[in-house]
T-cell receptor, first 115, second 119 residues
Framework: NAGVMQNPRHLVRRRGQEARLRCSPM?????VYWYRQLPEEGLKFMVY????????ESGMPKERFSAEFPKEGPSILRIQQVVRGDSAAYFC?????????????FGSGTQLSVL | AQTVTQSQPEMSVQEAETVTLSCTYD???????LFWYKQPPSRQMILVIR??????QNATENRFSVNFQKAAKSFSLKISDSQLGDAAMYFC????????????????FGQGTILTVHP
């Protein structure tokens, strides 16, 4: 059973371009979480999704950022018109049911660098 | 909103010695889970140990144990017989146990503590 797969591992974009980060949860997991880690900081929650639904997007910036988790295919975190401040590691995690005590399985992250 | 605070940006320990990493949190909820995650240079987030708030007994996983003080809202991690492979960033995290709770589903992380292990 493959773990949480994130790609690409590294992504370089110029200011104003779009960044698309992909996350394939573990098999059988229908709950996906996105976190952002700025240099030398902890992970900050961005968004929590179930298949075709956004459950909690309280950590998402109001503009330029969007996330989806379609019925088929990976979850996508999309950042439009990237700026240098978007440079960070973006982590995806998944769990079977979203319950509080469940273990979250993390991917290895996508390092976004904005030039 | 829940907050998690790790007051030690960096800690160091000699190989085979014991080290304790501190974590405090703030919440108005009575039922929740606390976690310690390890992040080595590979960036992979690895779950070290988990504690249910309703359990008074401190969780233990091999060389890793916690000191959970619910009234003081303190959750420290003790690493015994430290090994070179323990060197990493360690994060304390909180997760609500209640559906509909203010942080249900998501983990709230502390700022992290960098642990260095000296041979």
């Amino acid at each position: 059973n493959a773990g949480v797969m994130q790609n690409p591992r590294h992504l370089v974009r110029r200011r104003g371009q779009e960044a698309r980060l992909r996350c394939s949860p573990m098999k059988g997991h229908s709950h996906v979480y996105w976190y952002r880690q700025l240099p030398e900081e902890g992970l900050k929650f961005m968004v929590y999704l179930q298949k075709e639904n956004i459950i909690d997007e309280s950590g998402m910036p109001k503009e330029r950022f969007s996330a989806e988790f379609p019925k088929e295919g990976p979850s996508i975190l999309r950042i439009q018109q990237v700026v240098r401040g978007d440079s960070a590691a973006y982590f995806c995690a998944s769990s079977p049911q979203g319950a509080g005590g469940e273990k979250l399985f993390f991917g290895s992250g996508t390092q976004l660098s904005v030039l | 909103a829940q907050t998690v605070t790790q007051s030690q940006p960096e800690m160091s320990v000699q190989e085979a010695e014991t080290v304790t990493l501190s974590c405090t949190y703030d919440t108005s909820e009575s039922d929740y889970y606390l976690f310690w995650y390890k992040q080595p240079p590979s960036r992979q987030m690895i779950l070290v140990i988990r504690q249910e708030a309703y359990k008074q007994q401190n969780a233990t996983e091999n060389r890793f144990s916690v000191n959970f003080q619910k009234a003081a809202k303190s959750f420290s991690l003790k690493i015994s017989d430290s090994q070179l492979g323990d060197a990493a960033m360690y994060f304390c995290a909180y997760r609500s146990a209640h559906a509909g709770g203010t942080s249900y589903g998501k983990l709230t992380f502390g700022q992290g503590t960098i642990l260095t292990v000296h041979p």
